[in-house]
């Protein structure tokens, strides 16, 4: 056990969420299986997949299902074990817990019911594939999953389209022509994208090209196809005026509200700043006069 956790067994129970491999098995970290070989109970998100990491290192720790189906009642014997004095340990299939993985509910019970969280890092497999792009200087913004629904899906890239940085998203080999399609739909000539599959894995694949050309790309081989994604969209270019959605919200408001209170309202629904709603408030009144 390591000196870490000769420490925390004095202490009031805790939980550790654990990254674990996303690929590899040698990228798991030493402190991540230090932590696994301490812990009383390893919550997992699929326990048959997990035992075969546990059989791997020789750790015998007991496995809890957790998972989106059952994270409330799951997470419920979690803190009641922290309440006996045990140790947990939370991990997902790959990658980090709790982020586009099941985990999150089950840590906010935690925390609510008073007992620490401790997060032991790893791979992440968003953060992999925006280090390989050539994007993420200045920031970037990370959605996950779209919704599988094509109207709610391009609801949501539609709210997205104007970010000025980088979107992450990951995807599902059943979805990712679908997915690839209504991106191209993004507004801004120029826009690249970066396609990331199997990860770490053997047929690892990174690929960067302008939007529009990803679907070709995706029909030309078979095999592009397959595998988890990641894709790393590149920001809106830099636009004169008013994004789109700005300018039409902008318009509405317009309609029942004075210049003022639109550009005020205008710029909380939009995130455009103020003053420069409130310029071209005056101009379109100037406008209907």
Request: glycine share 8%.
């Amino acid at each position: 056990m390591g000196q870490h956790l000769i420490k925390v067994c004095h202490r009031r129970s805790e939980v550790y969420v654990v990254a674990t491999h996303i690929g590899r098995l040698g990228d798991l970290s030493a402190r991540a299986l230090e932590v696994l070989r301490a812990v009383d109970v390893v919550a997992a998100e699929d326990t048959r997949h997990s035992q075969r990491l546990l059989d791997a290192h020789g750790i015998r720790a007991q496995l809890l299902a957790l998972h989106e189906h059952n994270e409330q009642t799951a997470a419920t014997r979690l803190i009641a074990l922290l309440g006996e004095g045990k140790h947990v340990a939370l991990i997902s299939d790959a990658g980090t817990p709790g982020v586009s993985d099941p985990g999150a509910r089950a840590v906010a019970r935690v925390l609510e019911a008073g007992f620490a969280v401790v997060p032991i890092p790893g791979a992440c497999a968003a953060i992999a594939a925006l280090s390989a792009s050539g994007m993420g200087e200045g920031g970037f913004r990370f959605v996950g999953f779209l919704p599988p629904k094509a109207g709610a899906r391009r609801t949501a890239l539609q709210a997205l389209a104007d970010s000025p940085v980088p979107l992450v998203f990951y995807e599902s080999p059943h979805r990712i022509a679908e997915c690839l399609a209504d991106l191209a739909e993004l507004p801004g000539a120029g826009r690249e994208i970066v396609i990331a599959r199997e990860l770490t894995k053997r047929h690892e694949q990174i690929v960067r090209l302008p939007l529009g050309e990803a679907s070709a790309w995706l029909a030309a081989d078979a095999d592009h196809g397959r595998g988890e994604f990641v894709l790393v969209v590149s920001g809106c270019p830099p636009q004169e005026g008013l994004p789109a959605e700005a300018e039409r919200v902008l318009a509405v408001l317009l309609r029942e509200l004075p210049v003022k209170s639109a550009a005020q309202l205008a710029s909380e629904i939009t995130g455009v700043p103020r003053k420069l709603l409130y310029a071209r408030a005056l101009e379109l009144k100037q406008e209907l006069e």
